[in-house]
């Protein structure tokens, strides 16, 4: 893939996603603009469900068995709502992840935007224990949007994205079952700031206009 980019970096111009991405890939790039997301239909939620909760692909990339494993180590239940059609998602769960959920952890599966905005909007932080460099983390904005924490590892574009302290924790999975009460503490209202300043549709949008504008001149 990283071949393809290069071929095409010669002719045309190459926006990437995060510097971490960059990083990577060792491409040239002419501009990193993180993604947003309309924010206009995102609640900011009270955080006074009791729970962490944990959104994404049933893939070890995600880090679902360690967000299990660190909210019972913190005695904090948690809520999951997982993509897992694909076969090897079905196999993970049933025999990685099932057997590991302790009786006050729910299973969600899939869900809409409204019933997923409201889990995390009353989530104490949304656990996002990532096992790989992902390139950008949504998941992540939507939780801050919503005013919730994120507790995770600091891996990939997660650093670019929250504040370590102030928007949540970033640290090895070893280190989170400890930091995980804290999430009461964190404001949550800086936490949905952080979303409409930095991770807005109309942010993203303004930036892409503005590359292309310096392109055509």
């Not at 990339?61 to 999951?80: C, F, Q, S």
């Not at 919730?148 to 079952?177: H, K, M």
Request: charged content about 20%; overall charge negative; hydrophobic content about 45%.
């Amino acid at each position: 893939m990283t071949e393809i980019y290069q071929a095409i970096g010669q002719t045309s111009h190459i926006i990437a996603i995060s510097q971490d991405q960059v990083r990577h890939t060792r491409l040239h790039v002419d501009r990193i603009i993180h993604h947003g997301m309309d924010l206009t239909a995102v609640p900011v939620g009270p955080g006074n469900g009791g729970y962490a909760c944990f959104l994404g692909r049933m893939s070890p990339d995600k880090g679902i068995l360690e967000a299990v494993l660190i909210a019972r180590a913190a005695g904090i239940p948690l809520r999951i709502a997982a993509k897992m059609r694909a076969p090897a998602e079905l196999e993970y769960f049933n025999t990685i992840v099932k057997p590991a959920l302790g009786p006050d952890d729910e299973m969600l599966g899939e869900i809409g935007d409204k019933a997923k905005f409201e889990l995390v909007g009353n989530a104490v932080a949304l656990l996002c224990p990532l096992q790989w460099s992902e390139p950008f983390g949504l998941v992540m904005i939507e939780a801050l949007a919503t005013g919730t924490p994120v507790f995770g590892t600091a891996l990939g574009a997660a650093p670019e994205i929250i504040d370590d302290g102030v928007t949540g924790y970033l640290a090895p999975t070893q280190e989170l079952a400890t930091l995980l009460p804290l999430a009461t503490t964190l404001d949550r209202a800086t936490c949905r700031e952080t979303a409409e300043k930095r991770f807005s549709a109309d942010r993203m949008i303004a930036d892409h206009l503005d590359l292309y504008q310096e392109i055509l001149a």
